[in-house]
């Protein structure tokens, strides 16, 4: 073959994932972009060209800041737990323990199951006569609104999306703790560390870009979610657990608000990209940098 085209071969390798990425991803986003800049109020098949007017009715609404601060309520609620757990599920279950093959699978098997059955399972339980309000009755305590109660509403729906993503984590800090060197845990026996004083001066830092992953990983998939306020709350009780992502279905599908909806998609879009972007900066380049 010709060396001239040799050097195109790489580029014909990498055409079909071009092209996914142009029909899911390219294109989607700039007709989003282009939906964001008309109106549909007056004619939802003819609609106008407003320009930035739907970022500033958008910038301007209360009900969108609400969804903000919940949004970033539960990313705080969320993602100390999922960056933290999971490590110290994974340090146990690193060590040599009869039986730690069930134990792994045990702890992964939530991860399986689809998040809408582990939210009607939930939804169940936190039923006003369900069995967690049956359970703290036989304390004297009155039953509880999980779900219900704009104290407790939005804990609820983080309790799932924790319990749905712990083994997910667990097995990428298993993944690190296979490369920690095992003869820097010897040294530091040697000089005389407890098991917890090991893991702070080995395991932790060794892991600290998998820490920086795992907490870019779970804070977007926080911004993101979805499944759990849409099968548990409906973005209740008076809107107290509705999240952006929620607020854009409701916007497009239930008032066909397109246009403050694809509005509201963009800022999205850009909160993540901010994340990543810091992802990128602070840690990646770190990680791999030779």
Request: proline residues 4%; glycine residues 4%; contains cysteine.
């Amino acid at each position: 073959m010709n060396t001239y085209y040799k050097k195109y071969i790489p580029y014909i390798f990498l055409l079909p994932a071009l092209v996914l990425l142009a029909i899911f991803f390219f294109i989607p986003f700039i007709d989003t972009i282009i939906l964001s800049l008309k109106d549909f109020s007056n004619d939802i098949y003819n609609p106008t060209f407003a320009g930035l007017s739907n970022y500033s009715l958008l910038l301007k609404s209360k009900e969108f800041y609400t969804t903000l601060f919940n949004t970033f309520l539960f990313l705080i609620m969320v993602v100390p737990i999922l960056a933290i757990i999971p490590l110290i599920i994974a340090i146990f279950i690193n060590q040599k323990i009869k039986g730690i093959t069930l134990y792994k699978i045990l702890i992964y098997l939530p991860v399986v199951v689809s998040i809408v059955v582990v939210a009607i399972a939930f939804k169940w339980l936190y039923a006003q006569e369900g069995i967690l309000n049956y359970i703290i009755s036989l304390f004297g305590i009155s039953p509880i609104g999980w779900l219900t109660d704009t104290r407790f509403a939005m804990l609820s729906v983080a309790f799932v999306t924790i319990y749905k993503g712990i083994g997910y984590y667990m097995m990428i800090y298993l993944s690190s703790l296979i490369s920690v060197p095992k003869d820097l845990y010897e040294a530091a026996e040697v000089d005389g560390a407890s098991e917890v004083k090991k893991h702070l001066t080995v395991t932790i830092p060794h892991l600290m870009p998998t820490i920086a992953l795992v907490v870019t990983i779970s804070s977007i998939s926080a911004l993101k979610v979805f499944a759990e306020i849409y099968v548990m709350t409906k973005g209740g009780p008076l809107n107290s657990t509705k999240t952006i992502v929620y607020y854009i279905y409701e916007r497009a599908f239930e008032n066909l608000d397109l246009s403050m909806a694809s509005a509201a998609s963009v800022v999205l879009l850009c909160i993540i990209l901010v994340f990543s972007i810091i992802n990128i900066t602070f840690f990646e380049n770190k990680r791999y940098k030779l």
